[in-house]
């Protein structure tokens, strides 16, 4: 091959150039950090390196929940203080989370995933795809059974829908086959796992979207 | 419920940079050979999903493929995704869809306009119509208006009714 030849494909690569980054976002108190405190064990079964990064109001509350909670190193969980509107930050300007994962990305060069929690927002937040690969919308029984119904662009639009606290159903009102069903119906088929996160019902499968949208093993 | 997997990772081509454009030069002579031959697979990609950098896809042969760019790169139309004596797999972006909607007046282009912005809508202008980047089905947008179509004020145009 002279100079002027196209280059062929670098020999393959064993690991991905830096880590994948996901999205994790839904209403205040739907169950982003649970869905985080469950899932990390589960990835870290896997072999899967992960860090965290928050988001909050003013506050650094869900990175030092997690800090706390002893199932990951505290140095892997960085915290963005929004200061404004949650989505702001994972949209329309994700500069902040942007140099969060990628401080993390260099501080951890193993790192396999970064997931970005959302500050807690309503049913139009959504991620830009500038700053994650894929993302999560977390919705929760307690919230009432007719989110789905009102079509929110975090509920059509996510890779993922997580239905959370599925075991309330029965104390909250709520009818679960038809959420579930309405929510099969807004997203036109489109995934959705429904979970108990505090009961660890169905992280597994969530680990296993996780792993077959972004990650090289499963 | 379950989950639809993938096809199996051990088999997946792992693409960790674009290698180059189909429009370059030299690159476009040899895929044009490679084509003759029988050698050139191709993966069509939704227009929304060209933002990511990491994501599964399949060619039209069948061979799987992670792609996982670094944060500086991009996918685009025409990316040559992996290069080999005798296989190339080149991105084909499919065509973006757009829903034109067209105002019966200036307080309604207002109206319209105030519903897009605050619904983070993707648009483009086109005279005095408006056209949505379709993310999903249109009826999911006209929904989010239909109170501007019942009342006259707005009205979703038909490509061939766009004169």
Redesign the interface.
């Given at each position: 091959m002279n100079a002027?030849?196209?280059?062929?494909?670098?020999a393959?690569?064993?690991s991905?150039?830096?880590a994948?980054?996901i999205g994790i976002g839904g209403p205040v108190g739907s169950g982003k950090t649970a869905l985080i405190e469950a899932l990390l064990p589960v990835l870290q079964a896997r072999g899967v390196s992960v860090a965290v990064v928050t988001n909050d109001l003013v506050t650094a509350e869900d990175a030092e929940r997690l800090r706390r909670s002893g199932i990951i190193d505290p140095a892997r969980v960085l915290a963005v203080e929004a200061g404004a509107c949650p989505h702001t930050v994972i949209?329309e300007d994700p500069t902040l989370n942007?140099l969060a994962a990628?401080e993390l990305d260099a501080r951890f060069p193993e790192l396999d995933l970064v997931i970005i929690e959302s500050g807690g927002d309503n049913l139009?937040s959504?991620f830009s795809?500038?700053l994650v690969?894929?993302w999560i919308f977390v919705i929760d029984v307690a919230g009432g059974g007719d989110i789905p119904r009102k079509?929110g662009?975090g509920v059509?639009?996510c890779d993922l829908l997580v239905v959370n606290k599925v075991d309330l159903a029965p104390h909250v009102g709520v009818d679960l086959d038809v959420m579930?069903e309405e929510a099969r119906h807004v997203r036109?088929g489109r995934?959705?796992?429904?979970t108990a996160c505090r009961a660890g019902l169905n992280i597994d499968?969530v680990a296993?979207?996780i792993a077959?949208?972004?990650l090289?093993?499963? | 419920m379950t989950l639809q997997p993938n096809p199996p990772l051990e088999h997946a081509v792992l693409v960790s940079s674009i290698v180059g454009s189909r429009l370059d030069h030299d690159l476009g002579h040899r895929l044009h050979h490679m084509e003759h031959d029988g050698m050139v697979e191709t993966v069509r990609i939704e227009t929304r999903d060209m933002a990511r950098r990491r994501l599964r896809v399949v060619t039209d042969r069948g061979t799987a493929c992670l792609v996982a760019l670094p944060r500086s790169e991009q996918l685009f139309d025409g990316a040559v995704l992996l290069l080999e004596p005798g296989r190339a797999i080149v991105v084909r972006a499919l065509e973006q869809a757009w829903l034109r909607l067209r105002p019966a007046s200036l307080p309604d282009a207002l109206a319209l306009g105030y519903a897009a912005g605050n619904l983070h809508w993707k648009v483009r202008f086109a005279g005095g119509d408006i056209e949505i980047a379709l993310e999903g089905p249109p009826a999911a947008y006209l929904d989010r208006v239909r109170e501007l179509i019942a009342e006259g004020r707005v009205t979703p145009v038909d490509a061939a009714d766009e004169a």
């Open positions: 002027l030849s196209p280059r062929l494909s670098p393959p690569a064993m991905p150039p830096n994948a980054r949209r942007m990628d139009a959504t795809l500038d690969d894929w079509r662009p059509l639009q579930l036109g995934p959705l796992v429904a499968q296993d979207a077959d949208a972004v090289l093993r499963r | -």
